[in-house]
């Protein structure tokens, strides 16, 4: 047996740092050559520290053999720059209704300006990275998104008109498959073409999901600005499955903008994706803790929590 060190030893720190590496082990093994499909979006990339420290994280992974995968977010740009320039925006139910001004503003500030800064932080962290949309090699096909809404008084169905927000339809990974090949690390903003050839804005959650689901991914993780799924005492929830999930929808534990999240990691799961994970991107290196610690870090979602 092993003699265990002083806190105040000199090396102390040190030995700290090699069992945390050792605990990695199985977890480098396991995850070697899968795909990690990471939607990236909140405090995470809001703050400049934290997204340089996102950006060493992802370039670590590649370096160790995963493929990191990442789809982010920007409707706070979007809603600044629509601002800026004086363009009015409505809401139905939550949703941006995106006119034709509205998506080419959301084009320019998902495919420019923060797709690029996201790939310029991962360049600056030693990785290669490549910005691209769902417009890119065919990757996904967008549809309308079909919402409805009750009339009050008739309490007739409505068909909502969201104007250009989109549903991934379907999605070929042959462009991903090219660059996982590669040293590359795709960097996708959530804009994709329609059978129509008009430019759809997707909610970049269900972009992930839809992607992850494609590449048969080992994890799909959604960074948030919550520590996960909570229970009524606001103690983290670290594996939750179908069952458990509809019981705590049932009983209002998870309520409010947790409900979407839960329902793409499992739809993500549906389609092939092994787990999915909801983590606190506020936490420094949460995506390392999640992934190669016992713990792990987050809430982990999968069908059914004995079948992993």
Not at 177 to 183: E, G, N, P
Not at 241 to 258: C, P, V
Request: hydrophobic residues 45%; negative net charge.
């Amino acid at each position: 047996m092993a003699a265990e060190i002083s806190p105040d030893h000199p090396l102390a720190h040190i030995v700290g740092k090699a069992a945390t590496l050792a605990e990695a082990l199985p977890y480098l093994k396991k995850y070697a050559g899968r795909t990690f499909v990471i939607k990236y979006g909140g405090h995470a990339m809001g703050d400049e520290e934290a997204a340089a420290s996102f950006a060493r994280d992802v370039v670590l992974l590649k370096q160790i053999g995963i493929n990191p995968v990442i789809v982010h977010g920007g409707g706070p740009q979007i809603g600044k720059m629509l601002e800026r320039l004086r363009i009015q925006s409505s809401f139905i139910d939550g949703l941006r209704v995106t006119d034709a001004a509205t998506v080419e503003i959301a084009e320019m500030v998902l495919s420019g300006s923060i797709n690029k800064q996201v790939v310029a932080n991962i360049g600056a962290a030693g990785g290669v990275a490549v910005g691209i949309s769902g417009k890119d090699g065919g990757l996904v096909q967008a549809e309308p998104l079909k919402r409805t809404k009750k009339d009050p008084d008739s309490h007739i169905e409505q068909l909502l008109d969201l104007g250009f927000v989109g549903y991934p339809k379907h999605v070929n990974p042959h462009i991903l498959d090219v660059m996982q090949a590669s040293d590359i690390i795709p960097v996708i903003a959530p804009l994709a073409s329609g059978e129509d050839g008009a430019t759809y804005n997707i909610n970049a959650d269900t972009m992930a999901g839809a992607i992850a689901g494609a590449l048969n991914a080992a994890r799909f993780i959604l960074l948030t600005d919550v520590a996960g799924v909570l229970d009524k005492e606001k103690k983290l929830l670290t594996d939750l499955d179908e069952d458990r999930i509809n019981a705590l929808k049932e009983d209002g534990t998870i309520t409010g903008g947790m409900i979407p999240k839960v329902d793409t990691c499992l739809k993500a799961v549906d389609e092939g994706v092994e787990a999915g994970v909801i983590l606190d991107g506020r936490m420094p290196h949460a995506l390392l803790l999640e992934i190669f610690t016992t713990k792990g870090a987050g809430t982990l979602v999968r069908t059914k929590v004995s079948s992993v």
